[in-house]
């Protein structure tokens, strides 16, 4: 204070720290008249400067951090990863309420540093606008024209079955990772529909491109990204982002091969894929430019970037969340053997040894009710892909600003309490009513919801029962000699997707 009053002696200096005085009350009134004419924020912890709330968020496991978080601050709350604030949505009701009911205020997709090093904003997974509208708009209606859901999407899953029953044949009964042989198999079924057929496993251009992918999922979730993603000018330190850009150039390299064979053979009128359907679109609007000189290219969405990334994201998501969902499923088989004599019971019983078909789901409940149980405790998605509001929004209450990234956490969905008798337990019966029949729940959400919801949700949910019954009708999953099911651990690898942690199973041949 002395200082101050000895300064205030000097005619200048008193009148410059009066000024200053005088504005910082005017700012600070400003503030809180734009505050009250905003609207109520959401709660949630005091930032530091710089950090935000990092040093509270275990970045190993941060879904873990912001469930615990919402105990304190509620099911909307608010906190800033570095100097960027971001809105976590909690619980059914209110992540339901937001995807669904305010779907065009919470659509857009927020691009952080690590989205656009993968795609660039082309695309479906991390783009916005007309754009992804359009890319997935002509992807959902294309896959759908070549089985997706349907009974052309069966054949190749059964087909691609005994391929994988041949892989598994080869270990005879010994214990072996899952990793690869499913995600090759299931990767082959995505594969068949984008470019019109399967590849060998022994292929190791196929193998090493599934490889990389799926190493990029488990990277891109990991805390250097993360920290990448709230401080980019850590990029050029990090072998996190050396080895996702690498992976990607050699993966596009791939893609461009590929689709470069399908285009020097491409028919108009017998299209074999989506990539064929991409480029005659792109033929089209080319054609309709030249003859009439209408500037449709300028404005046309079908170009070859956005080939490679929406062939490049359907190769992505069709592999690694139905490969995943399915590892979590065999694993779980193997530590609650009791649960999978409940579930050969019944398709021994209903099936017998013909081949399982997608019109037997009605006929197993209690199968369908574990691979539903499976989805929800694998809870593959955890923070689900960042969200970013379209516009100023009133949420329950509470002013959210345009262009503020919004977690709508899926994992606190999955195991709401209030939503879940036993939300942390392997629990079938969630599935099933007093009479052992199956129930759909409301708070089953692992494809996520609304306009971003996952657009290969009938693939992937047909995947996941031909799959799952058939190698449970064929073969008993085990833990290795000496290895204990309680030795399986159940917190999963966390990346962009939650796998499950390293292990090896016994696939022992049913007689």
Known sequence: MAAVESLLHFPIAGTLLGAFLLLLVLYRLLCDSK???????????????????????????????????????????????????VVVLVGHKTVKEALVNYADEFGERDITPGFKMLNDGHGILFSNGESWKEMR???????????????????????????????????????????????????????????????EYTDPEFTEMVDRANENVRVAGSASMMLYNIFPWLGP??????????????????????????????NPHERRGFVDSFLIRKQSDEVWYFIFKINIITNSYFYHENLLMTVGNLFVAGTDTTGTTLRWGLMLMAKYPHIQDRVQEEIDRIIGGRQPVVEDRKKLPYTDAVIHETQRMANIVPMNLPHITSCDVTFNGYFIKKGTTVIPLLTSVLKDPSEWEKPNSFYPEHFLDEKGQFVKRDAFMPFSAGRRACLGESLARMELFLFFTSLLQTYRFTTPPGVSEDDLDLKGVVGVTLNPSPHKLCAIKRS
Request: one cysteine or more.
């Open 35 to 85: 505050s009250q004419k905003e609207g109520k924020k959401p709660p949630g912890p005091k930032p530091l400067p710089l950090l935000g709330n990092l040093l509270i968020l275990d970045l190993t496991r941060p879904f873990d951090s912001l469930c615990e978080l919402s105990k304190t601050y509620g099911n909307i709350f608010q906190m800033f990863l570095g100097p960027k604030k």
């Open 137 to 199: 708009r002509f992807a959902l209606s294309n896959l759908r024209d070549f089985g997706m859901g349907k009974r052309g999407s069966e054949e190749k899953i059964i087909e691609e079955i005994q391929h994988l029953k041949g892989e598994f044949d080869k270990f005879e009964g010994k214990a072996f990772d899952t990793t690869q042989p499913v995600n090759y198999a299931v990767s082959n079924i995505i594969s068949s529909i984008v470019y019109g057929s399967r590849f």
């Open 237 to 266: 330190f990090l072998n996190s982002k050396r080895i996702i850009l690498r992976n990607l150039m050699k993966n596009r390299a791939e893609i461009v091969k590929l689709i470069t064979g399908l285009q020097e053979t491409l």
